[in-house]
């Protein structure tokens, strides 16, 4: 299907391009826990830089708008870490995405703002991980790598569609 910004493949053509197969999203649900437990953390340093900061700040009326916005991003990644990427999750996306580019935030901001959450989760599962589950040599570090990559899939199929 074509769209205004050239042509456009299937979430499904997208998610396999990448190799973000059945196995992929099955560990992706195993972060699971990890992702819930470690999420609002995460978005407290994300808003903590986001207030410091001017040209974030100024998309915030007051604190109260900073933590409906937090609330909504912690369902969202509840939702992202279930790891069904289908046409409810693709059509909420896309309305996030529409909703940002309204206000103004540039893609480049997003992208900061999804590499902070990212690096915050991925201390999470490393200290929650290794390496005691994952052992330190050999199929240990290919199953901790494949794990971790994809929770960075994950991270970039929404920012993608966002």
């Known amino acids: ?3 205004q910004g050239g042509p456009r493949t299937s979430l499904n053509d997208h998610l396999d391009f990448m190799g973000f197969d059945t196995e992929g999203r099955a560990r992706l649900r195993a972060l699971k826990p990890v992702v819930a437990k470690a ?3 995460a978005l407290a340093v994300f808003y ?3 207030k410091a900061n001017p040209e974030t700040r ?8 900073i933590a409906a916005a937090k609330g909504k991003q912690e369902q969202h990644w509840h939702i992202i870490a279930d790891a069904e990427f289908g046409p409810t999750y693709e059509t909420a996306v896309r309305a996030i ?7 103004g935030i540039e893609p480049r901001v997003y992208v900061a703002g999804y590499a902070l959450v990212a690096e915050q989760l991925i201390k999470a ?9 994952f052992g330190l040599s050999g199929k240990g570090q290919e ?8 929770l960075m899939k994950a991270v970039m199929v929404d920012t993608g569609l966002a």
């Not at 599962?125 to 589950?133: G, L, M, S, T």
């Open 143 to 150: 199953e901790f790598a494949a794990t971790l990559s994809s």
């Open 97 to 103: 995405g529409r909703a940002h580019a309204k206000i």
């Open 58 to 65: 100024k998309y915030f009326a007051n604190d109260a708008h």
């Open 1 to 3: 299907m074509a769209t």
């Open 125 to 133: 599962v490393v200290a929650e991980h290794w390496p005691r589950r």
């Open 48 to 50: 903590e830089r986001v």
């Open 39 to 41: 999420i609002g953390p």
